[in-house]
C-alpha cells in the first residue's frame, strides 16, 4: 500500500532541505563576542509536530520532534520561521544558558513566506530579555555578517561568520515570492528562526541552507519581517500582495522586429494576463516598461542602487495600494498608464492545505478528499504513479495550475486505496484518481459530492472518473451505507468525515 512521506519532509525540503545540508565545519565557528543583548534575545525551539498524512486524511502523521531558533522582537515575542511552528502540538523556547523551558503559542504563521509569531506563557521573560534592534536598511554584498541560532552537533548558542553573498526576489513557498539575501556563513538544521547580525543590528532571519552545497545559507531579510509583521498585526497573516500575469524578457531581436518596437523601449513582455476579461488594462503583447517610476530592463529587473538587481515583482509589493499596481505599458506604438489590479493569492483549483488538515469522508470501502499541493508533493516521488496519471490525462497533471472554472470549484480524488470489501471486488484500484460525476451529475467539489451521495435514491451509485482510461465502478447503494460502519470499525477510524462535510451529510449544513 502507498505510503506518503509525511508534509513536514515536504515542507523541510520546501524550505531548503535542511537535512542535507553538511553540517558546519569547526572552522566556521568564531570566537568572537557576544554582545549580551543579542546573546539574551535569542532563543531555542522546541516543537512537537504532528503533520497530516495525506493518504490517511482521518488521521495525523505520528508526532515528530524539532527544534530551531527564535529571536526576541518588540511587542513582548518571539519571531521564528514557520516550518520550525506549522503544525505544532505543542511548543517550547529555552534560552542561552537557561536550564528552564516556556511554554509558547503560535499567534500568526506565514507558511508562504516562513514566518511565524509566537506567544510566551511567561510573559516575565521578557523582562530580562529585550529585543534586538532590526536594521531598516540592506546589508551590503560582501558586508560581514554573523548568524546567531541552534544548530544540530550542540546545546549551546553557536555563532558563524560569513558575508552577504547575493541578495535576490526569488519564489519561497507556495507560490509567493519574496526578497532573499545569501550568505556564506554555515546554515544547518536548527539554524532556522535565529536572526542574522550586522554590527549590532538585525538584519534578517536564517531558513534554509542550499541542497548539496557548501557555505551556502539564506535568510530572509528585514523588509519581508516587516512586512509579515504589519500584515498578522490584526493576529492573522492575509498574505503578500501578488501580480499573476504571465511575463516574457524581451532580449530576443526578432520578437522586438515583430512588435515594432523602437530601440529605446525596454521591458517585458506581457505573455499571457492574469485575466481574458475585456475590462482588464493588460493585454497580450503589452510592453511593461515601467513599474511606478522604476525603468524596467528586457531582462525584467529594476535597479537598487548602483550595484544590485531585482526582478521587477519586487517593487509590487512597495507599490501596490488600494488593490492597485501604478504600470506604463507600450501597445501599439503609444506609451500609455494604468492601474493593474493585484490580489493576495492567486486562486487554485489544486491548492495548498493552508496549515490545515485535509478533510475526508468515507463511503463504503472509498475514501474521498480533495486534491491539494501536499497530496501531489507525495505524488510526485512515485515515477510510476505520476506515469500512469500523465498517461490517462488525470486533471492532477493536466490542472495543476489552473483556476477554478464552470462551477467547479476543486478536484474531488480517492485519496487513499480501497479497504478490503467485496463491495469493490473486481474493479481496480482507484487510488488518486479524481471523480467526474455521480449518478451522471458533475462534481463541483467535496460538499457537493457528499450532498450527491446524501441525496441519492437511485438503487445504484455510479461514478465516472477524469480520466481516459480505467474503469466506471457500479454500487449498490443501501450496501455502501450498511458497510460503512463496520469498516471504520475494522479499521479503528473515529469518524465517518471531517466535522464540516458530516454536517453536509446529515443535512445540518448546504453543500
Known amino acids: ?26 572552522a566556521a565557528e568564531v570566537a568572537a563576542p557576544i554582545a549580551p543583548n543579542i546573546e539574551n534575545a535569542v532563543v531555542k525551539v522546541f516543537s512537537t509536530l504532528r503533520a497530516p498524512d495525506p493518504s490517511k486524511p482521518w488521521s495525523k502523521a505520528a508526532p515528530q520532534e524539532v527544534t530551531g531558533s527564535g529571536v526576541v522582537i518588540e511587542g513582548r515575542r518571539i519571531l521564528t520561521n514557520a516550518h520550525v511552528v506549522g503544525y505544532a502540538s505543542q511548543v517550547q523556547i529555552q534560552a542561552s544558558q537557561s536550564g528552564d523551558k516556556i511554554g509558547a503559542t503560535v ?17 516575565s521573560f521578557f523582562d530580562s530579555h529585550p529585543p534586538v534592534k532590526r536594521a531598516s536598511l540592506l546589508p551590503d554584498v560582501r558586508e560581514a555578517v554573523f548568524a546567531y541560532g ?35 556563513a554555515a546554515i544547518n538544521p536548527g539554524n532556522s528562526g535565529g536572526p542574522v547580525i550586522a554590527g549590532d543590528q538585525m538584519v534578517g532571519l536564517a531558513f534554509a541552507g542550499a541542497n548539496g552545497a557548501q557555505n551556502i545559507g539564506y535568510i530572509i531579510p528585514n523588509e519581508e519581517v516587516e512586512l509579515f509583521l504589519r500584515d498578522a498585526g490584526d493576529g492573522h497573516y492575509d498574505g503578500k500582495v501578488g501580480m499573476f500575469d504571465d511575463t516574457q524578457t524581451l532580449e530576443n531581436p526578432a520578437l522586438r522586429s515583430y512588435l515594432k518596437l523602437d530601440k529605446a523601449v525596454e521591458g517585458v513582455v506581457v505573455h499571457r494576463p492574469y485575466s481574458s476579461d475585456p475590462a482588464y488594462p ?16 528586457n531582462q525584467g529587473m529594476v535597479k537598487l542602487g548602483a550595484n544590485l538587481r531585482v526582478r521587477f515583482q519586487y517593487r509590487v509589493q512597495q507599490l501596490a495600494k488600494d488593490g492597485k499596481l501604478p504600470l506604463t505599458v507600450v501597445r501599439g506604438g503609444r506609451s500609455l498608464t494604468i492601474a493593474l489590479p493585484v ?41 510510476n504513479v505520476l506515469q500512469a496519471l500523465a498517461y490517462n490525462a488525470s486533471p492532477l497533471m493536466t490542472r495543476r495550475g489552473d483556476e477554478p472554472e464552470g462551477g467547479r470549484d476543486e478536484l474531488v480524488i480517492v485519496s487513499a486505496p480501497f479497504f478490503p470489501h467485496k463491495l469493490v471486488s473486481g474493479y481496480s484500484n482507484r487510488f488518486g484518481a479524481v471523480i467526474y460525476s455521480i449518478n451522471q451529475v458533475p462534481v463541483k467539489n467535496l460538499r457537493h459530492l457528499v450532498a450527491l451521495l446524501r441525496d441519492l435514491k437511485d438503487e445504484l451509485v455510479v461514478i465516472h472518473f477524469d480520466q481516459r482510461a480505467g474503469e466506471t465502478m457500479v454500487m449498490p447503494r443501501r450496501a455502501m451505507v450498511e458497510a460503512t460502519e463496520a469498516i471504520l470499525t475494522d479499521n479503528g477510524i473515529r469518524q465517518q468525515g471531517s466535522a464540516e462535510l458530516m454536517e453536509v451529510w446529515s443535512g445540518k449544513a448546504r453543500q
Open 107 to 123: 499567534v500568526a504563521i506565514g507558511r508562504g513566506i516562513d514566518l511565524a509569531i509566537l506567544k510566551l506563557d511567561d510573559d
Open 343 to 383: 490580489g493576495r493569492a492567486r486562486k487554485l483549483l489544486i491548492s495548498d492545505l493552508d496549515g490545515g488538515y485535509p478533510p475526508y469522508f468515507i463511503y463504503g470501502p472509498i475514501v474521498f478528499s480533495r486534491a491539494s499541493a501536499e497530496f501531489l508533493g507525495g505524488v510526485s516521488g512515485n515515477p
Open 282 to 297: 493588460l493585454k497580450e503583447w503589452d510592453v511593461i516598461s515601467k513599474i511606478g517610476d522604476d525603468v524596467i530592463d
Open 1 to 26: 500500500m502507498l505510503r506518503f512521506a509525511t508534509l513536514l519532509m515536504l515542507l523541510a525540503a520546501s524550505a531548503g532541505a535542511f537535512a542535507q545540508t553538511p553540517p558546519a565545519t569547526a
Open 150 to 184: 541552534y544548530p544540530t552537533g550542540g546545546s549551546s548558542l553557536s555563532i558563524t561568520k560569513g558575508i552577504v553573498s547575493r541578495i535576490e526576489f526569488v519564489p519561497y513557498n507556495f507560490g509567493n515570492l519574496g526578497l532573499r539575501i545569501q550568505i556564506d
